[in-house]
């Protein structure tokens, strides 16, 4: 924070947008750790006002959060872009229902794909909901843009939508605070026709969408958020998001019509300012949101080749999205992520890969366990697809099927598919890889840690006892370390007609950072056969004379390397 009266500070765009969410008698917030939206609830938690929580999974955060609102507070949900789709059912239905007080839908789109499954523009999903739609550019704009919805929101009583991107999410900017405006409780006035969704109502309401998405195509005419900048008028850029910032910093003597509403689209605006310019250009990433309506106004405008719509656009890459050339993406050379030494579903990979078995997997570190040496996993689709996927495989192709899912995934969508499972029949082997904490997206508290995003002790969810109540024939507890023990396990279980759940259960490194320890090194017992390396740890190497170096910087103890030497070259220290 700066020294001058006006208080300054360095805030990324999720902490900016928590801030003034904040600052506008924010009450309740909701949300689902996932990147690049994580530290919205987490910069929101430190506030005392904010009733703040994680929930299970993204649907019921929505529900939480806009349940809030109707019963009279300013609320808030949050989640990237693939947690809108567990989040779509209560979404659609609440475009119908309307607010009471304001309601904000954060979405956090990662173009890129830097830590996503896939690079789904969330701008679909607002024109799909008919919700109103903000994009700002940068993170002082999402500070500012946030007073606006909520007004928005109370004004035409609906859930708004505001857009994030990674770069927007995580990117730092001086910002301007401010103080917190209080805002009494607006208090809920019972209303069945408004929020109860019978068919009959819910047709009623319908119309009432249709009728309020015009009123909000006037405002998007007439909104601050939507700006013209009128320069050399050979060229007009249509723009939005960190898009803008990227056209604006290689076309700077263009003239722009840069949209912070982007939906319902100003189209007087838009066709105004095409009539001002000689050629229009429309500069966006991914999907052509904005210009499929700039072609169904009829306005000529320079279109972008196809390819454009895979990856993160970049300053680089606006002449040539300009000129209308074809995109050619080179593979990625990006260092390849790796599990931490001493990670704990290492140990229990290298024992699957050893079984030869079939793994579907899900979304978490553990996902890791899918990249060389290890190539433990064969499937990765969605949360909670780890042991959903492992139900159809078992069907289908027989006893050497496991499914793997982490305990926070677990919570968040793996308990539906584990009931379906038993409830089906289904025999045979799911692990949960529980190491205490949701770790991919920064070690975040869940359900089964006993503990809630303010650090207060809660009821601690007993995943053994959870699964046991569901129907399993067998739940067996075992360290993630134990590989001799695991591999047992195993073998005894996927020979047995039943349905087994294994519970690989050690601390992550990054929570639990004790050393034992570390692991011994005889060259003379070394054979060079290299299977050490196959468990992936990145403190072991190979060294100039072709013999293993042991990185002891980075070795913690936890011996799965020791365990896969067949020659006691690698070996517990002596007591």
Same mark, same amino acid.
Not at 222 to 242: A, C, Q
Not at 326 to 340: D, G, H, I, N, Y
Not at 472 to 492: F, H
């Given at each position: ?124 999903? !607002? $024109? ?7 994009? =700002? ?11 606006? !919805? ?29 103080? $917190?405006?209080?805002?009494?409780? $607006? ?11 019978? =068919? ?46 990227? !056209? ?17 689209? =100003? ?35 320079? &279109?972008?080749? =196809? ?6 656009? $970049? ?105 379906? !499972? ?94 034992? &320890? ?43 390397? &020791? ?13």
């Amino acid at each position: 924070m700066s020294n001058t009266s006006t208080p300054i500070c360095f805030l990324s765009g999720d902490e900016a947008l928590a801030r003034c969410a904040w600052e506008a008698g924010l009450a309740f917030a909701a949300a689902y750790p996932g990147t690049p939206s994580t530290e919205i609830l987490e910069t929101l938690a430190t506030y005392p006002e904010v009733n703040s929580q994680w929930s299970v999974n993204e649907k019921v955060a929505y529900e939480v959060a806009y349940a809030a609102a109707v019963a009279g507070v300013r609320s808030l949900y949050a989640s990237k872009h693939v947690g809108i789709n567990v989040a779509m059912d209560p979404l659609m239905t609440s475009a119908y229902m309307g607010v009471n007080a304001g309601f904000i839908v954060v979405t956090a789109d990662d173009p890129g794909l830097h830590s996503s499954q896939n690079e789904q523009d969330n701008r679909l999903v !607002a $024109r799909f909901a008919k919700l109103p739609l903000l994009e =700002p550019s940068s993170p002082a704009e999402a500070k500012a843009f946030v007073p606006y !919805a909520f007004e928005l929101s109370e004004k035409f009583d609906t859930p708004v939508m505001i857009r994030l991107t990674t770069r927007i999410a995580h990117t730092k900017e001086n910002v301007v605070t401010g103080e $917190r405006l209080e805002k009494a409780p $607006r208090g809920f006035t019972p209303d069945p026709a408004k929020y109860i969704m019978v =068919p009959k109502n819910a047709f009623n309401r319908h119309l009432v969408l249709e009728k309020r998405l015009l009123l909000l195509a006037e405002e998007a005419e007439k909104s601050p958020l939507n700006t013209v900048e009128m320069n050399d008028t050979t060229l007009g850029i249509i723009t939005s998001s960190v898009s803008y910032l990227y !056209a604006k910093e290689v076309f700077p003597k263009a003239s722009f019509l840069k949209l912070g509403m982007s939906y319902p689209f =100003p189209q007087k605006l838009m066709k105004d300012f095409a009539s001002k310019v000689d050629k229009v250009l429309v500069i966006e990433e991914l999907e052509p949101f904005i210009e499929e309506e700039v072609a169904r106004l009829g306005i000529k405008h320079t &279109a972008k080749h =196809p390819s454009w719509r895979v990856g993160e656009l $970049r300053p680089e890459d606006m002449k040539p999205l300009a000129d209308g050339k074809e995109r050619v993406l080179e593979a990625s050379t990006t260092r390849k992520p790796v599990m931490c030494a001493g990670c704990p579903h290492r140990g229990v990979y290298s024992v699957l890969k050893k079984l030869k078995l079939t793994v579907t997997g899900d979304i978490g570190c553990y996902t890791l366990g899918a990249l060389p040496p290890l190539s433990a996993i064969q499937t990765c689709l969605c949360m909670g697809a780890g042991i959903t996927m492992f139900e159809g495989f078992r069907k289908v192709l027989g006893k050497n099927v496991v499914g793997v899912i982490g305990d926070s995934t677990f919570v968040h969508s793996g308990l539906t598919g584990l009931v379906s !499972a038993i409830y089906n029949l289904t025999k045979g082997v799911v692990i949960i890889l529980d190491n205490s904490t949701t770790a991919m997206t920064g070690t975040q508290p869940n359900p089964s840690t006993g503990e809630t995003i303010k650090g207060v002790p809660t009821k601690q969810l007993i995943l053994e006892d959870l699964c046991k109540a569901c129907g399993a024939d067998n739940v067996d507890v075992i360290s993630a370390y134990d590989t001799v023990g695991i591999e047992t396990l195993m073998r005894q279980r996927l020979d047995e007609n039943a349905f087994s759940v294994v519970i690989a259960r050690t601390p992550c490194r990054l929570i639990h950072r004790a050393k034992h &320890a570390q692991v011994c090194f005889n060259a003379d017992k070394c054979k060079k056969c290299y299977l050490c390396l196959n468990v992936g740890c990145p403190a072991l190497s190979k060294n100039e004379n072709g013999l293993i170096d042991v990185d002891h910087s980075l070795c913690v103890g936890c011996y799965v390397c &020791a365990a896969s030497c067949k020659f006691d070259s690698l070996t517990r220290p002596k007591e």
